[in-house]
Every structure is written in C-alpha cells, then in structure tokens.
C-alpha cells in the first residue's frame, strides 16, 4: 500500500493529539472516580469461556510438573507502550494462573513480534514456538492482518488452519485470541470477517478461543471508559488493559482445568 506522505503524517498527527486529548479527560475522570477499570472490566467478563478443554495444560497442573506457555503473536504480545515486562499480558497471566493454581510450576515464553502477521506467526513457529516444546500456545492473531488496510480471505484463513494443525501435532494445547476492539480495528471494514475466521477455525479444530473483543466491548458497556483499556494510539491496550486480559485468560484457563 502506498501512501502520501505529508498527508498520511498530517492526519495522523491530528488523530494522534485529538486521541491524547480525549485519553487524558476521560482518564482524569475516572480517575476523579476512582474507577477500578480492570476489575470493572473482570467482573463484566465472568462468564468468558475458551469452548474447549486443555488436557495437556490440565495434566501438567495436576501433576505440578513444569507448565510451559509460549505467548505468540505481535505488539499486542510484546506488549507495546507497557513500561515493564511484568505489564505485559503474558507476565500477568502467568501471576494470576500461579495465584489460582498452588504451587504450580509455569514458565511462559513471550515470542511476540511487533507489526507481524498470520503468515509471519506462522514462520516463525519452528523457532520461536515448537523449539521450546510447550504444554500450551496462547497464539494471538488478525489485528495487522486488517488494521492496516489488509483484505482477510479464504486462503489466510487456510494459514490459520494449516497454523493450528502444526501447533496441534506438536502436542499442545492450543487458544487463539482475536482482535482487540480498538477504534483502529473498528474502522476496517473486514475486522468482522476476521474474527469469523478466528471463530471458525476454534470451533473447526476444537481448540480454545480467547475473545478479547468480546472481553474489552463488554467491559466498555459495563462502564470503563475506553481510554483506560486502549491507549493514545487507538490500538495498543493499556496497561489497565493488558491487567484484564492477562487475568480474564488466566482465569478461563483455570476453569477449563479443574
């Protein structure tokens, strides 16, 4: 895709400070409130549910042997505009799984990418997935794939598919999450589409899908002000964001293992 510059730059700029101006009223609101977005957003998403069961994931809970998670995907996983690691999505799930679950033994391995897409998870699963032999994927999938004016079709979703079945063959336990409901993923007009592929593909090979879109539009009708779960640029989540997703997964997953 080819953009003008001056004009690409110009527009951004004033979407950029327009959306740092409404961030910060909206911020400063709640925070006059003192909102407490995350658990709003937890309690508004109890009844969440991956759909499917996680018998490698169970098994090593039970048996508190070593529970290996790679955390797959792209910004959204490395956690872009977090300060710390322990902010990312992955780092607060596996606090919250370790809280639920006594003296469990999780490693979790970030192998986000900022900007990648399916194809690009894809290629880098050999090495930055199956290599470390996990008992469960967290594969998070679609947002670059649409936000940047990309056209989801039958053969990504056949990458999704063909993506999945490694994973499965390997052993493991497998969830995918979807796309965030952040105002730059609203405005494709194909976000719908993805997250019927998404959708789909969970429900065809039978393995957990985690809705992260469900889980932040629920939380916005609950009451929390979209800027405390998406940050100025309109598509990363904030740290208050990254907090209920990490824990909401965390907790599905300890539901479909006990």
Same mark, same amino acid.
């Given at each position: 895709?080819?953009?003008?510059?001056?004009?690409?730059?110009?527009?951004?700029?004033?979407?950029?400070?327009a959306?740092m101006?409404?961030s910060?009223?909206?911020?400063?609101?709640?925070?006059a409130?003192n909102?407490?977005?995350?658990?709003?957003?937890?309690?508004?998403?109890?009844?969440?549910?991956?759909?499917?069961?996680?018998?490698?994931?169970?098994?090593?809970?039970?048996?508190?042997?070593?529970?290996?998670?790679?955390?797959?995907g792209?910004?959204?996983?490395?956690?872009?505009?977090?300060?710390?690691?322990?902010?990312?999505?992955? *780092? @607060?799930?596996?606090? +919250?799984l370790?809280? &639920?679950? =006594?003296?469990?033994?999780?490693?979790?391995?970030?192998?986000?990418?900022?900007?990648?897409?399916?194809?690009?998870?894809?290629?880098?699963?050999?090495?930055?997935?199956?290599?470390?032999?996990?008992?469960?994927?967290?594969?998070?999938?679609?947002?670059?794939?649409?936000?940047?004016?990309?056209?989801?079709?039958?053969?990504?979703?056949?990458?999704?598919?063909?993506?999945?079945?490694?994973?499965?063959?390997?052993?493991?336990?497998?969830?995918?999450?979807?796309?965030?409901?952040?105002?730059?993923?609203?405005?494709?007009?194909?976000?719908?589409?993805?997250?019927?592929?998404?959708? *789909? @593909?969970?429900?065809q +090979?039978?393995?957990? &899908?985690? =809705?992260?879109?469900?889980?932040?539009?629920?939380?916005?009708?609950?009451?929390?002000?979209?800027?405390?779960?998406?940050?100025?640029?309109?598509?990363?989540?904030?740290?208050?964001?990254?907090?209920c997703?990490?824990?909401?997964?965390?907790?599905?997953?300890s539901?479909?293992?006990?």
């Open positions: 895709m080819t953009f003008n510059g001056s004009l690409y730059h110009a527009v951004r700029l004033a979407y950029v400070a959306a101006l409404c910060a009223a909206e911020s400063s609101h709640a925070q409130l909102v407490p977005a995350a658990e709003t957003c937890l309690t508004a998403n109890q009844d969440l549910s991956l759909r499917a069961g996680l018998p490698h994931t169970a098994a090593r809970l039970k048996t508190k042997e070593l529970l290996k998670i790679v955390a797959i792209s910004s959204s996983t490395v956690g872009l505009w977090t300060l710390r690691s322990a902010d990312t999505y992955p *780092e @607060v799930m596996r606090r +919250e370790s809280r &639920l679950t =006594s003296n469990a033994k999780i490693l979790v391995i970030n192998s986000g990418r900022v900007g990648d897409t399916i194809p690009g998870n894809v290629a880098r699963f050999e090495r930055d997935v199956l290599s470390y032999k996990p008992d469960l994927v967290v594969w998070q999938l679609g947002t670059n794939d649409v936000a940047w004016g990309g056209h989801p079709d039958d053969q990504l979703k056949s990458t999704v598919v063909q993506g999945v079945r490694v994973l499965k063959a390997s052993g493991t336990d497998v969830i995918l999450m979807d796309l965030q409901y952040a105002p730059m993923v609203l405005r494709s007009a194909y976000h719908s589409k993805m997250e019927s592929i998404i959708s *789909e @593909v969970a429900q +090979e039978r393995i957990g &899908l985690f =809705s992260r879109f469900t889980l932040m539009r629920k939380a916005i009708d609950a009451g929390v002000t979209p800027s405390m779960l998406v940050s100025w640029d309109g598509l990363h989540n904030t740290v208050e964001g990254y907090d997703i990490g824990r909401a997964l965390a907790r599905t997953i539901s479909n293992t006990h």
